[in-house]
């Protein structure tokens, strides 16, 4: 293992040593920019600048260039003239097998789809180098033209936000003989505001509209000038007139005139909205009929006809209950047209996942009278298909080795007529983790599960009817389901029951949901087991304190609770947005003995607990494809009542792939306890050291994280962290000593350990490798507690538990 690191750390310092002298390919004349740097900023955002470089600088990395010399490296390889030999051999053969294929339409279409995806991909290699060339970047040479362009765009930049007055240059500084540093100098000054606004609208109609609407405009006097936001008011009285009847009208009515010539720093704007050319006043249009069409056309035979609330829904097998239909439809005759319903009902079609996909066309009615303007709606919705399937296979590594795991899932749709969604899945898979006795073994763990849930698009509830919050795509779930998991300490199996009410809500019905909303008043699981390791039995007997037993969380019983989900996310999949995250889960367990229910099964305990899990994630970009996130998770957890325990699987537990990563998963705190193991050397000495084999369930948890990701190559991002942490008990333990929570030293008592990522971004998924090592152990038997000076760099391959470092492999981002 050291020969590789000593050979990885050799091949490191080679490509760092080519990338201090980035210059010695260039010609005489020739320079390389290696920084453009905006400087004098007040008010205006500097990476709003650097997106306007007409030429990019070679990034630098400790006063080298390794993106430069990986480019060059891979250049070594690269033969253009070779890849346009293959382009041509693979252009004449696809023509010699598509003479060979005659008249077989179906054959040439697959033959030229072939050799035509095997020439698109060559061309790309021509045109952007071969694949190590790609990861790198080509040498910024210095182009004085680009530069200028640069400038101009700035320019052009700046007095679009109102800095008309502003001056920009540019200081050139060459160092080591041929690397260019280029310094932007901008002056803003006084920023001109809107000193008046005003309307030249000459159809009465849309005049009264637009002032009645005015304290919506997004000028304001004395704000500062900014065409964006000139752009967006456009855009809002465009919206605002397609939502009011007016199906002709088109952005290109509206114009803005600006004159900054009748005072310092002061702009006049004035709103323009033209009329049609043959007509004085624009046409305000009137639905007449709306038609829900829900199958595909088959000619020359017609259609049945169903009329429910003005809609006529025609089909020639009607599948869909047109009850459920109309609480998606926000189109109906006598309305006024509006392109805001038209896409809500769009938007709301889709979110019943019944439609493979939805329009809504209009046609003009022809009418006798110029005094009337009206139109026909249809809403065209493809089914889905009835039966989808999906299947996933992986691989799951967390400790030793990596271990298979697959699911395969079945949705049935429309089961009852009304859009309802019937699912089945099953999943199993095996992971392996180090043996108690022997950390250097590694054992398997076992898990199978099952599950059946039946979705209605509509909230289900006694004595209300099917509106109740319809317009926020709202489903009650019924759901089963068993899952088995053998370990190496217990067996456990559990078999849930349970009901969900969901809903979500965007900020504007034209965007996708920011809130979502769970709420479960049903869930009764049954958990059986049995514990197989002796010496586990034992540590859970000589952890209980009080009234409070660690071995009965494992005792067979009923899980019931009451629960609560509510996520707040303005981020996308991609996590590229200045967002906000926050999901907080709240569960209380038990209340079936005060509500006078006797779950008396089978003499199965029931649990009586409260749990509380908040997690709040903020992301901030910084330009470059580079961000700034952090994260703040927090929980507690609690017998209330009667109950003197918490079901196992309800405890908080804290190290692992997406908590503080230089522990391993569920084996950091509790508190300042550190749990120890004797164990006898090569020389027949009884040592103490740390004992990481045992899980660490607590009552309270506490987490911090702070990421800083960047992107190193094409589809390698990087990312520094920093991971913080621990949980604790409620109550004081005599048997472990600091695993309590206390106020007056929990700050001391959180673990703190940081590192470097790299994260494969494959686009349908994202590997993530994170190298993380403690940096201070709360936990420690010994003295010292700063832990970092015992670095080495050998533990991250060791996946020992007492190691001071850690690999973490993971899929997705860590939050």
């Known amino acids: 293992m050291r020969s590789r690191v000593y050979i990885a750390a050799l091949s490191f310092a080679m490509l760092l040593l080519q990338a201090c002298i980035p210059t010695k390919q260039l010609g005489e004349n020739e320079k390389l920019l290696v920084s453009m740097d905006p400087k004098g900023l007040k008010t205006v955002d500097p990476a709003a600048i650097e997106n306007l470089y007409q030429q990019r600088p070679n990034r630098m990395v400790l006063r080298s260039t390794p993106y430069l010399a990986l480019y060059n490296f891979g250049k070594k390889f690269y033969d253009p003239q070779n890849i346009q030999a293959r382009i041509e051999k693979q252009e004449a053969r696809r023509k010699t097998k598509i003479e060979e294929a005659g008249t077989d339409t179906v054959k040439i279409n697959k033959l030229r789809e072939k050799y035509s995806n095997r020439i698109e991909r060559l061309e790309n290699k021509l045109q952007e180098g071969n694949f190590v060339m790609q990861l790198g970047e080509p040498p ?78 997004l000028l304001k006097l004395n704000d500062v000038y900014d065409e964006d936001l000139i752009t967006q ?146 809403v065209n919705a493809l089914p889905a298909k009835k039966f989808q399937e999906t299947a996933e296979l992986g691989m799951n590594f967390t400790e030793k080795r990596p271990g298979p795991f697959s699911s395969l899932t079945l949705r049935v749709r429309n089961v009852f007529g009304g859009a309802e969604n019937l699912d089945f899945g099953i999943r199993g898979g095996i992971e392996y983790q180090a043996n108690i006795s022997d950390p250097d073994q590694a054992v398997m763990i076992k898990e199978f599960g099952a599950n059946a849930s039946l979705s209605f698009p509509v909230i289900l509830l006694p004595f209300t009817n099917k509106n109740l919050l319809s317009d926020f795509s709202p489903r009650t779930r019924f759901y089963t389901g068993y899952n088995s998991e053998d370990r190496q300490e217990y067996v ?72 609560m989900n509510f996520i707040y996310n303005t981020n996308d999949f991609t996590q590229t947005r200045n967002a906000h995250f926050f999901r907080t889960m709240v569960e209380v367990g038990g209340l079936t003995k005060e509500l006078g229910l006797n779950l008396n099964i089978n003499n199965l305990r029931t649990y009586q607990y409260a749990r509380v899990n908040p997690d709040y994630r903020r992301y901030i970009p910084l330009g470059g494809q580079r961000y700034f996130v952090y994260r703040i998770n927090a929980g507690v957890a609690t017998p209330i009542l009667s109950g003197n325990t918490l079901p196992y699987d309800k405890f908080l537990f804290a190290g692992g792939a997406s908590s503080v990563r230089a522990w391993q998963s569920r084996r950091l705190g509790l508190g300042s306890y550190a749990a120890l193991r004797t164990y006898e050397d090569d020389e027949g000495n009884l040592r103490i050291e740390r004992d990481y084999n045992m899980e660490q369930p607590g009552e309270v948890l506490l987490e911090a994280n702070v990421e800083y990701r960047f992107n190193m190559f094409s589809f390698i991002n990087g990312a520094f962290f920093v991971d913080a942490g621990n949980v ?32 494969f971004d494959l686009s349908v998924l994202i590997l993530r490798f994170d190298f993380a090592t403690k940096v201070y152990d709360p936990a420690i038997w010994k003295e010292d507690r700063f832990v970092l000076p015992r670095f080495n760099i050998t533990d991250f391959f060791s996946r020992s538990r007492n190691s001071q470092s850690t690999l973490q492999i993971g899929i997705g981002y860590p939050f």
């Open 233 to 378: 008011e456009r855009d809002r009285l465009y919206d605002m007139l397609k939502n009011r009847g007016y199906y002709d009208f088109a952005r290109a009515y509206i114009e803005f005139e600006v004159d900054t010539s009748w005072a310092e720093n002061a702009a006049r704007v004035k709103t323009i909205i033209n009329s049609p050319e043959n007509d004085s006043a624009h046409k305000v249009y009137t639905i007449k009929d709306v038609y829900f069409k829900t199958d595909a056309d088959r000619f020359g035979i017609p259609r049945d006809t169903v009329v429910y609330n003005g809609v006529k829904y025609i089909a020639y097998t009607h599948k869909y209950n047109p009850v459920i239909l109309d609480k998606k439809v926000d189109i109906y005759p006598g309305q006024r047209y509006s392109q805001f319903r038209t896409l809500t009902t769009q938007r709301k079609l889709a979110d019943l996942d019944a439609f493979q996909f939805n329009n809504v066309f209009y046609n003009k009615v022809q009418t006798p009278t110029d005094s009337t303007y009206e139109l026909i709606a249809l």
């Open 140 to 217: 910024a040479i210095f182009d004085s033209l680009r530069l200028q362009e640069t400038m101009d765009q700035i320019g052009i930049y700046l007095n679009s936000k109102g800095y008309f007055n502003h001056e920009a240059n540019y200081t050139l500084q060459v160092k080591r003989e041929k690397l260019l540093f280029v310094d932007i100098n901008i002056e803003e000054k006084q920023p001109y505001r809107y000193s008046e606004l005003s309307y030249d609208i000459q159809d009465p109609r849309i005049l009264e509209i637009v002032q009645r609407n005015e304290p919506r405009s």
């Open 728 to 759: 604790w008990l409620l109550e004081p333990n005599v048997a472990r000593p600091g695993a309590d929570f206390q106020f007056n030293r929990f700050y001391k008592e959180l673990a703190v350990g940081t590192g470097f990522g790299l994260r």
């Open 492 to 563: 456990r199996s559990t078999y849930e029951l349970g009901l969900d009410y969901i809903w979500q809500r965007s900020r504007n019905p034209m965007q996708p949901p920011v809130m979502q909303f769970i709420i479960s008043p049903v869930n009764f699981n049954i958990v059986q087991g049995d514990i197989k390791d002796l010496n586990f039995r034992r540590t859970l007997e000589s952890n209980a304190t009080g009234s409070r037993s660690l071995l009965g969380s494992f005792d067979d019983g009923i899980i019931s609770f009451v629960g």
